[in-house]
Structure formats: structure tokens, C-alpha cells
């Protein structure tokens, strides 16, 4: 008897079980399928239709993903980009069939010389978007690939609304002493793209975002100069001090030793009594004292370079 009740027992905890995981089951939302990496369409005239098909696909992704597209593609204000275009029934902004409209020409060069307002072009995917408008211009097959088309989209508004928020705001977070009350709402952000399309001037929507502030006009100033006085500004990897022995450290050494042209690759593998002679070599090229240890002299020197000046 007392057998017949425990077994009862037992099927009743697992129905209910089965029970309460069916329930938790029909709650859960599946995640959308990924974007297509490719989508040739046969015809020109199909091309807008299947990038609307794209971005809407992409965005339902992007959206589930919490802003991520790809492994190299992040989007920063993924919920405006969405907004853009559910708004528009997905249909592109930045293009028309398979050329670039002209307001998209003049937001890449914007964004090419964001560094001039302190800016960094790579934070609204500079060499990706100039990637993919190259490609569209040259290779046919490109040219009929709506997924690639709404990719570039896609990037292009992230890169709009981001440039906005960081003129207008700054990029780097607020604290308690600099917390403002002028931060732009959503309807806000999205009443800039409608005037960015009715004036057709990103420049002068931009620049009506920064500060009006003398010691913000005195920086600029500044580091106009300091741009002009350079070749080019290249970057160059930091190493922090002191000196730590983990693999990321040591692989970002290897990287600023390969910059400075030491090393041939940086995954070349180095121990430690090769490490101490490259180092070597580096000091005495710089007229430093020649220990063969990375001390706080060393790593400031190699920290010395005009990305690191503009940075600051």
C-alpha cells in the first residue's frame, strides 16, 4: 500500500513538472533567425524591395541581440535605428536602388573628420561603411546584394544617431558633478533625422549640437593645430604600468613592439631572454638607459606618440 502511494505520488510531482514546464515553454519567445550574410537579387529593380526585406529581418535580430548584428557589427542606438525605419516601413533612407543618396556621401565625410571635434571615426564604423560603399561601387556582384546594401543602412543611421548624442552630450559618462538636464529624448533624436532630411545639411545639424562654451571652442582650437602639426595620426596601442605577466598584457606588448617595427608579426613567440634583447634594442634606439626590463621609463616612451596626445 505504502509502495502503491509513494508511486502515486511520484506521477503526480511529474505531471505537474511537465506541467509547469509546458507553461514556461509557451511564454518564452523564440530568437529571430540571423540576418542573411548575402542576398543576390537577379533584377535592379528588385533591390529595394528585398533590402526592406533585410532590414526588417536584421533589425528583429539586432533588436533580440541586444544591439549586435555580427561579430564585428555592434549597434549603439539600436532601438532609434528601429524606430527609423518601422516608421518608414523599412524602407531605405540612405539609398535609393543601388546608388547612395548624397546626404549619405556627406555624413561618411563627417565622419572621416570627426576628429578634428575630438571624436574617433571608428565609434561610427568609419572603415566598415567606407568598406561597403566601396564595394558597392565596384563590384558588380555587390551591387546586387541587398544584405550588404542594408547592412550599410543600418550603420549609417547607428552612426547618426550616436554623433548626435556625443556632440551634443559628450562621449564620455556623466558624473555626479557634471550631470545635465538637457539630454535628448527619443522624440527628440528622431525630430534631428526629420530636420537632417528637410535641411539636407549634416555639417550644420552637427555643429549646431556642440557646446557653446568658450574653454570647448579654445580646446577645439587646440587640437585643430595640434592635427595639422602631424603627419598622420595613426594609432598605437597602450601598455599600462607596471608591467604584468598575463597573456593579454604580453600580447598587447608584442602588438606595440610590432608597431614600432620590431618584431615582424606579433604573434611571434617570444621568451623571455628574446624579450629582453628587443627591448634592449628599443631603449637604445631612444637613448634610454639600456636595462633589457620594461621599467616605468620605457613604457612612457613607448607611450609617447601623437594617438596618445590626442586621446588626451
Not at 556625443?166 to 527628440?188: E, I, Q
Request: charged share 25%; with cysteine.
Amino acid at each position: 500500500m505504502k509502495k502503491g502511494i509513494t508511486s502515486g505520488l511520484h506521477w503526480s510531482l511529474l505531471v505537474v513538472a511537465l506541467f509547469l514546464a509546458a507553461c514556461h515553454g509557451r511564454g518564452r519567445t523564440a530568437k529571430p533567425p540571423a540576418p542573411k550574410a548575402k542576398d543576390i537579387v537577379e533584377q535592379p529593380k528588385e533591390l529595394n524591395v528585398s533590402i526592406e526585406r533585410n532590414l526588417q529581418t536584421a533589425l528583429e535580430f539586432i533588436l533580440a541581440s541586444n544591439g549586435v548584428l555580427n561579430d564585428s557589427m555592434h549597434l549603439a542606438q539600436d532601438s532609434l535605428v528601429n524606430d527609423i525605419y518601422q516608421k518608414r516601413s523599412f524602407e531605405p533612407v540612405w539609398s535609393s536602388q543601388d546608388k547612395w543618396l548624397p546626404l549619405s556621401d556627406s555624413l561618411v565625410d563627417f565622419i572621416g573628420h570627426s576628429k578634428e571635434l575630438g571624436l574617433f571615426p571608428g565609434d561610427y564604423h568609419y572603415n566598415v561603411l567606407k568598406n561597403i560603399r566601396a564595394q558597392t561601387a565596384q563590384d558588380a556582384q555587390a551591387q546586387k546584394d541587398a544584405a550588404l546594401w542594408s547592412r550599410g543602412e543600418l550603420l549609417l543611421t547607428d552612426a547618426f544617431f550616436r554623433m548626435c548624442a556625443d556632440l551634443h552630450k559628450g562621449r564620455l559618462p556623466f558624473d555626479s558633478v557634471t550631470l545635465r538636464k538637457d539630454t535628448l529624448t527619443v522624440a527628440g533624436y528622431l525630430n534631428l533625422f526629420d530636420t537632417l532630411w528637410q535641411a539636407k545639411d549634416v555639417a550644420g545639424l552637427m555643429h549646431s549640437l556642440e557646446p557653446r562654451h568658450q574653454g570647448y571652442d579654445s580646446l577645439k582650437y587646440g587640437l585643430q593645430n595640434f592635427l595639422q602639426s602631424i603627419d598622420t595620426l595613426k594609432r598605437y596601442t597602450y601598455i599600462p604600468y607596471p608591467a604584468q605577466t598575463s597573456a593579454d598584457y604580453v600580447n598587447n606588448l608584442k602588438q606595440r613592439l610590432f608597431e614600432e617595427g620590431l618584431l615582424n608579426s606579433p604573434y611571434d613567440y617570444l621568451d623571455t631572454t628574446s624579450m629582453k634583447l628587443i627591448i634592449s634594442k628599443y631603449q637604445r634606439d631612444k637613448g634610454l638607459p639600456e636595462t633589457g626590463k620594461l621599467n616605468s621609463t620605457t613604457v612612457n616612451s613607448l607611450n609617447a606618440n601623437n594617438w596618445e596626445k590626442f586621446k588626451k
